[in-house]
């Protein structure tokens, strides 16, 4: 059995924009003041859940959010390179692949601290929502996912997408080896138990 709690980053200044030009990477990929406030409720409400690892993708909006939570926690942030945002020309195949090797970096770890060693691993994600709507997807769909769909309909399934919510320090937990299906039968696989929850005040 294992838990992962996955945590979108605060508001960045690319969420908060609402002209017409879209802003540069380097202006845009940053927290805005409320993106700040949002990290730090956070960080003190997520405090006392027993997180063993915190994990971070490497953007800067991303590791400005692990920063509050590392001061929380007492644990220094690991930043992983590729579970950053929906990269320019990528197609959805890539994007799952960057999904599939998170889930088989937690499964590895989990399995390392399993039944028997006497050690339990509890990891924090810091990240972005794309990246997590694809892994809740992947756990519900599995190998159709990807299988059942050619390049033209992955590129639309990837539009619409967004109209899965997903809010700034929006919390989503998801568990390995928790679950049960209506006869009893254990889920071998991932579960989402709650997607996008913010427990606390928010600014």
Avoid: K
Avoid at 67 to 83: Q, R, T
Avoid at 109 to 133: M, W
Avoid at 183 to 195: K, S, Y
Wanted: hydrophobic share 40%; net charge negative.
């Amino acid at each position: 059995m294992s838990r992962v709690l996955f945590l979108r980053h605060g508001e960045s200044v690319h969420n908060a924009h609402r002209g017409a030009e879209a802003l540069g990477e380097e202006e845009g990929d940053r927290l805005t003041e409320r993106g700040l406030a949002q990290a730090r409720a956070a960080a003190a409400a997520l405090r006392d859940e027993g997180m063993t690892r915190l994990l971070s993708s490497s953007m800067r909006r991303a590791r400005e959010t692990a920063a509050a939570l590392e001061a929380e926690m007492g644990v220094a942030a690991e930043e992983l390179d590729y579970i950053g945002e929906w990269r320019p020309r990528e197609g959805f195949a890539e994007l799952l692949g960057r999904v599939r090797q998170l889930r088989a970096e937690l499964e590895a770890a989990a399995d390392e601290s399993g039944p028997g060693t006497g050690e339990t691993t509890l990891p924090l994600l810091v990240g972005h929502g794309i990246f997590f709507r694809v892994f809740l997807l992947d756990a519900v769909l599995g190998e159709e996912l990807a299988d059942a769909l050619d390049e033209a309909q992955q590129a639309r399934a990837m539009e619409r997408i967004w109209q899965m919510g997903s809010h700034n320090c929006g919390l989503s937990v998801f568990a390995r080896g928790e679950s049960r299906y209506p006869g009893g039968a254990l889920i071998p696989d991932w579960t989402c138990l709650t997607w996008m929850t913010r427990p606390w005040d928010r600014p």
